[in-house]
């Protein structure tokens, strides 16, 4: 789910990736990405500090948490779910992302890709003690266990991030669908290659499929 405000040159991206079942977690995913976003569009302006968008989203993940959880105990259908959630605020005073979950952000520039967010996962955490190598994680048996997520428990901490983005930058927001699956140098590739941002979001997509994602598959892409 994207925003964008050309005179404001405000840019809001969020990507949530719901659990708990194909109905419930796409419930999920909705509801916070909704409830997110509306929070956060309504406070933004040109002028806002980077203290003030991390209140504002600070708020917003509250208020998505918090819908999210309700839902879960006043709908048989939808309990136990819950989503990630990550997303960037992007404005003239620079790009604050936020984080619950495995869903992650990229920097990307003509030259290198840089994970911007960390995983709330068991294999992080194992990554962390030092009982795990980043490349024995990529096939631990324990990679898609989550350690945080939004709407099962009444509070969820986010966990906060700032970069700059230069003219021609590139931020991606997506599911674990494509990160477990496409390497963070093909990712690279197939973004500075393209030119059409829905096009490059398409590709990632289809090689993602094509690679076997056992999950579902979510990109969204800004350019600087």
């Given at each position: 789910?994207?925003?964008?405000?050309?005179?404001?040159?405000?840019?809001?991206?969020?990507?949530?990736?719901?659990?708990?079942?194909?109905?419930?977690?796409?419930?999920?995913?909705?509801?916070?990405?909704?409830?997110?976003?509306q929070t956060v569009?309504?406070?933004?302006?040109?002028?806002?500090?980077?203290?003030?968008?991390?209140?504002?989203?600070?708020?917003?993940?509250?208020?998505?948490?918090?819908?999210?959880?309700?839902?879960?105990?006043?709908?048989?259908?939808?309990?136990?779910?819950?989503?990630?959630?990550?997303?960037?605020?992007?404005?003239?005073?620079?790009?604050?992302?936020?984080?619950?979950?495995?869903?992650?952000?990229?920097?990307?520039?003509?030259?290198?890709?840089?994970?911007?967010?960390?995983?709330?996962?068991?294999?992080?955490?194992?990554?962390?003690?030092?009982?795990?190598?980043?490349?024995?994680?990529?096939?631990?048996?324990?990679?898609?266990?989550?350690?945080?997520?939004?709407?099962?428990?009444?509070?969820?901490?986010?966990?906060?991030?700032?970069?700059?983005?230069?003219?021609?930058?590139?931020?991606?927001?997506?599911?674990?669908?494509?990160?477990?699956?496409?390497?963070?140098?093909?990712?690279?590739?197939?973004v500075t290659a393209?030119?059409?941002?829905?096009?490059?979001?398409?590709?990632?997509?289809?090689?993602?499929?094509?690679?076997?994602?056992?999950?579902?598959?979510?990109?969204?892409?800004?350019?600087?």
């Amino acid at each position: 789910m994207t925003h964008y405000d050309e005179d404001k040159k405000i840019a809001l991206l969020v990507v949530c990736d719901g659990m708990g079942g194909a109905k419930a977690g796409d419930v999920a995913s909705q509801m916070a990405a909704e409830t997110f976003m509306q929070t956060v569009t309504g406070h933004l302006t040109p002028e806002s500090t980077i203290i003030d968008i991390t209140q504002y989203m600070t708020t917003a993940v509250k208020q998505a948490n918090e819908a999210v959880y309700e839902k879960s105990l006043s709908d048989a259908d939808c309990a136990g779910m819950g989503t990630t959630l990550v997303a960037a605020a992007v404005t003239p005073a620079g790009a604050v992302i936020v984080n619950v979950g495995d869903s992650r952000a990229y920097h990307i520039t003509g030259s290198k890709i840089t994970q911007i967010t960390k995983d709330h996962s068991v294999v992080e955490d194992m990554i962390d003690r030092g009982d795990l190598t980043r490349s024995e994680a990529s096939s631990h048996p324990s990679r898609n266990l989550i350690t945080r997520v939004l709407g099962t428990a009444a509070e969820s901490e986010p966990d906060f991030f700032f970069t700059n983005l230069a003219a021609g930058d590139f931020l991606l927001l997506c599911s674990d669908g494509l990160s477990n699956v496409v390497s963070e140098q093909t990712i690279k590739s197939v973004v500075t290659a393209g030119s059409d941002i829905q096009d490059i979001c398409r590709r990632l997509i289809d090689l993602a499929v094509e690679r076997g994602a056992p999950d579902n598959v979510t990109a969204v892409l800004l350019r600087r």
